[in-house]
């Protein structure tokens, strides 16, 4: 598995504001990804973020919103842009690592936003 | 209909107790599946990654049957620590991305 880390754990902000998330790994890894954790739901991936390219996003989310920079391949960045209170959600980021036989995603301990 | 389905529980249940929860996918091309435990407030952790023959690792047992595109995952001799939400997971894209979560099942576990 891999070691990842968030900042900030959690936030509270205002509406019509954006906030930056950071994810850190202990090491180098190929793919890193980006989930929504709405209350009460599941995890709902937003994007695949790409080293040296743009990022990958699924149907429901666009770069304009959440714009993700990937400058390494240990670090990413996600930002959520001019918040409101739809937004309040568990950010969290992962990462994929080779296991036996799948790749396996592990998790950061997420960002928890709360918009006002 | 959802793509990866399961019954939200809550299942409550004595420790010592053997409990099994289930789980269906719709999508037939799926090609990796794995249950990951989610304690509250926390991130999801992999418990388990689900073979095609069955697995078992400790407690527990994960059985896949991809004709009846079905998961299963069996926990025997509950422990107070295994209270937590237990996730089905499916990767329908191959390699390492795309999982498509399940809603969860929660379960209690009483002395």
């Known amino acids: 598995s891999a070691v990842i880390s968030q900042k900030p754990s959690r936030d509270i902000c205002q509406r019509g504001t954006s906030l930056t998330i950071q994810c850190q790994v202990d090491s180098q890894v190929t793919m890193m990804f980006w989930y929504r954790q709405q209350p009460g739901q599941s995890l709902t991936l937003i994007a695949t973020a790409n080293q040296g390219s743009e990022a990958t996003y699924e149907s429901g989310f666009v770069i304009d919103k959440f714009p993700i920079s990937r400058p390494n391949l240990t670090f990413s960045t996600l930002t959520v842009s001019n918040m409101s209170p739809e937004d309040s959600s568990i950010y969290l980021c992962?990462?994929?690592?080779?296991?036996?036989?799948?790749?396996?995603?592990?998790f950061g301990p997420g960002t928890r936003l709360t918009v006002t | 209909r959802k793509e990866v389905e399961q019954d939200p529980g809550p299942f409550n249940v004595p420790e010592g107790a053997t409990v099994a929860f289930n789980c269906t996918y719709s999508?037939?091309?799926?090609?990796?599946f794995f249950w990951y435990r989610q304690d509250c407030r926390k991130e999801p952790k992999l418990l388990m990654s689900?073979?095609?023959s069955g697995n078992e690792d400790g407690r527990f047992t994960a059985q896949l049957n991809r004709a009846s595109q079905y998961i299963s995952l069996l926990i025997r001799d509950s422990k107070l620590s295994d209270s937590a939400t237990y996730l089905c997971?499916?990767?329908?894209?191959?390699?390492?991305?795309?999982?498509?979560f399940g809603a969860g099942t929660r379960l209690a576990v009483h002395p």
């Open positions: 999508n037939s091309a799926s090609q990796s």
């Open positions: 992962s990462v994929g690592v080779k296991g036996a036989p799948f790749y396996e995603q592990y």
């Open positions: 997971v499916v990767n329908i894209r191959g390699g390492y991305n795309k999982l498509i």
């Open positions: 689900v073979y095609s």
